[in-house]
Every structure is written in structure tokens, then in C-alpha cells.
């Protein structure tokens, strides 16, 4: 029998206190204020009416050709012709919207929010955090870096592609990490550049640096609890349409509830509870506590199940190795003909033209490697393995429409 599903609301005391705030004009004083948005380049980019700071690092995201294969790029499962199963692409637009429904009663920057919201992801890579791991491993055994898809989004607007967002935004982006849950989350307020740049490169060095990290505003914040909001419930969802789990699978979320739309309703309206009016958000202990059982059990249930690992293990893992020491041959012989030019290189290139900077193609071959595997979609992963190696017995069975 599926769980009973049980909806929270805000107490009366606390609606009464909202709905005389928004009569009384009430501005949250921890409110990021667009006056003190910060750019690498403050000469460019300025604000006017119709395009205001945040909604240009929004554009900035959603013009970028690499924002397209959101829609390419799994969440969780991977092998599946199946539509109904969520893509990377949705998993940020929940994101987004459960943000700013929470940073709307808190007087919150909604533009800030939505800007980190959609780019948080934007460095992920083809296959999950499988894929993730796979490219970090390769990578550190080649240069001793680590690969975080956190940073690598950082890297992607902030460097390869150079847009000049505000700091306020790749900051939110760099500090996201939704495996990190805390019952409270208090901003680091006051960062610069400096220290943001800081922080950024230590995660490269330092595979613990990312559990470090701290959103230097209250909108950061709320785009951070909302990326595990986001997914927590709906993998629950994805799970059972790819018969990883089924209907008769029992998980014990007393206060937060165990499905999807159950989880999103309490736990915003506890954080809502517990934060409004102050500099940091936080949850009630129950909520805190249920957060953290029911990640438990989705990691135990679904992430480590046997069937969602063993095709990353036994295909996935090798491929990624085949196609990435291939690649850096051909980057270090300087194969312009080889595809990493053709489809990469040269695109990043002519992309930068328009925003100046040293040439790309002179970085270090590593880092460009991994950038270009990062960028790819799925399919695209899979196809240029297919003409990589024609003859590898590494191939991949999706699980077809009609499948039952």
C-alpha cells in the first residue's frame, strides 16, 4: 500500500506575521540587493531596466550552446528510452521553481535564485555522478586534480567561456553541492573574488575542500537545500517507472512524508517556518533528521542498487578511459582534424573571440580533455565511442520503449 500522504501547512501565527509584513511594504534586510553585484570586468554588463543584473547572468546561462544538453544528460538513470524518466534538464528547472517559491515568502532575490538554479549543473557530465567519478579519476591520476561537477559549472561560465557573471551567482554555483546536508545554513557573507578564486582552486587540489564550501548569500542557500528537495522525491518516482524499485517499496519519512510532492511541500514549509525574518535557514530538527534518513535509504535502495551500477562499472568506466586517452593523444600531437578540435576546441575558440582572453587550445591538455568529455551528452558520448572503436565489445543495450 503506498505511503499515507500527509501535507504541512505554515502555522496561522507565522502567515498572519507575512501577510502584515507584504501590507507594511516589508523589504528582508538579508535580501541580496543588485546594488552590490560584483563582475570581473564591472566596465561591461551593466544593468538597465529591461535587463537587470541577475536576469543578465540568466540569460548569459540560457544562451550558452552547452545549456542545450541539459536535456541529454542523466540525472540518475541512464540506459532507458523513456521519456517519462527525469533528464538533467527538468532536474534544474524543479530546482529553480522550488527556489523561488521558498524565496518568494522570504523576500528574497528570485533573479539571483534562478540564475543559480539554472547553472548550477551546467559542468555536470554525461552518466551522473558515475560519470563524474569516472572523469575526476582519470584526471587525478594524470595531473592530481580532482574533477567536481560543482567547480567544473564555475569553470565552464567563468573561464571557458568567459561571461563575466557576477560573483553572487558562480559563487551560488561553486557552493551547491547537494550531498552536503546541514540542518542549518548560515551564509558566508562578505566574499570577493579572491576568495571565491581561492576557493574554486582548492577544490582541485583538496578532495575534501567542497564539503567546506558556504554560499555567501541567503539565496545561495535556498538554491543549496533545493537541489536535494529537488531530487530526493523524484528519484523515488524515476525509480519505480525504471522498476529499480516498486510500488510495494516502504520508506519510513515520517515528518517530511516519502513521495515526491509530500517531500516538497514539508520541507518547504518547514524551512519557511524556522527561517523567516532571519540571516540564515534553517530546519526543525525532525525535518533535518528525515532529510538525512531518507537520502540514506535512497542511496541504499536505488544509487547502489546492483542494476543501476553494474552497466557504469562494466561499460561505462572503460569507455571513459578508451575515449579520454585517445582524445589527450590527439590534443598533445595537435590532430586539428581529430574531432576534439573539430567539435570543441574550435567551437570554444570562436566562442571566446568576442570576450578576448588567451587562446584555449594552449591550456593544458588534461584540463581540455576533461572539459570536452564533461560537455557531452549521453548519446554523444556513446556515439563518439561507436566511431572511436568500432570493434570495442563495450556497447550499450538501452532498455526500449516497449519493454515490459
Not at 23 to 35: C, I, K, L, M, T
Not at 381 to 400: D, G, V, W
Request: aromatic letters at 10%; charged letters at 30%; proline letters at 3%.
Amino acid at each position: 500500500m503506498p505511503a499515507k500522504l500527509i501535507y504541512d501547512r505554515l502555522s496561522d501565527e507565522l502567515q498572519e506575521r507575512i501577510r502584515d509584513d507584504r501590507d507594511a511594504g516589508w523589504v528582508n534586510p538579508y535580501r541580496f540587493s543588485e546594488d552590490n553585484a560584483v563582475r570581473r570586468d564591472p566596465e561591461h554588463d551593466r544593468p538597465n531596466l529591461w535587463r537587470p543584473t541577475f536576469v543578465r547572468d540568466i540569460e548569459k546561462i540560457l544562451h550558452l550552446p552547452v545549456y542545450n544538453r541539459y536535456a541529454d544528460k542523466t540525472q540518475v538513470f541512464s540506459f532507458y528510452h523513456n521519456d517519462d524518466i527525469t533528464r538533467r534538464a527538468l532536474h534544474v528547472q524543479l530546482v529553480s521553481r522550488i527556489a523561488r517559491n521558498i524565496g518568494a515568502v522570504l523576500g528574497l532575490n528570485l533573479d539571483l535564485i534562478e540564475a543559480i538554479a539554472l547553472g548550477h549543473d551546467i559542468g555536470h557530465t554525461p552518466f551522473g555522478h558515475a560519470g563524474e567519478r569516472f572523469l575526476s579519476e582519470l584526471l587525478h591520476a594524470e595531473t592530481g586534480l580532482y574533477f567536481n561537477h560543482n567547480v567544473h559549472s564555475v569553470r565552464v561560465l567563468d573561464s571557458i567561456f568567459s561571461r563575466n557573471l557576477t560573483l553572487q551567482t558562480l559563487d551560488g554555483i561553486l557552493c551547491h553541492n547537494g550531498e552536503f546536508e546541514l540542518q542549518e545554513y548560515r551564509p558566508a557573507y562578505g566574499k570577493s573574488f579572491v576568495m571565491f578564486d581561492a576557493e574554486t582552486e582548492a577544490c582541485y587540489v583538496d578532495e575534501s575542500a567542497i564539503g567546506r564550501l558556504i554560499p555567501s548569500t541567503l539565496e545561495g542557500c535556498v538554491v543549496r537545500i533545493c537541489d536535494m528537495i529537488a531530487y530526493i522525491g523524484k528519484d523515488r518516482q524515476d525509480a519505480r517507472v525504471a522498476r529499480i524499485i516498486d510500488h510495494t517499496c516502504q520508506f519510513t519519512n515520517e515528518k517530511i512524508g516519502a513521495e515526491n510532492a509530500a517531500i516538497i511541500n514539508n520541507l518547504t514549509v518547514d524551512i519557511l517556518e524556522h527561517s523567516y525574518g532571519k540571516d540564515h535557514l534553517l530546519m526543525s530538527e525532525a525535518a533535518f533528521n528525515d532529510l538525512r534518513t531518507a537520502k540514506q535509504e535512497n542511496y541504499r535502495l536505488i544509487y547502489k542498487n546492483e542494476r543501476v551500477n553494474s552497466e557504469y562499472e562494466n561499460i561505462i568506466r572503460p569507455m571513459f578511459s578508451e575515449i579520454y586517452y585517445t582524445l589527450l593523444d590527439d590534443v598533445k600531437k595537435h590532430r586539428r582534424d581529430s574531432l576534439i578540435y573539430r567539435h570543441h576546441i574550435d567551437t570554444v575558440e570562436r566562442a571566446r573571440k568576442y570576450y578576448g582572453g588567451k587562446s584555449y587550445a594552449d591550456e593544458e591538455p588534461n584540463r581540455i580533455v576533461t572539459d570536452y568529455i564533461a560537455s557531452m551528452t549521453d548519446d554523444y558520448f556513446i556515439a563518439l565511442h561507436e566511431r572511436l572503436f568500432p570493434n570495442s565489445p563495450y556497447k550499450i543495450k538501452y532498455k526500449s520503449y516497449f519493454e515490459e
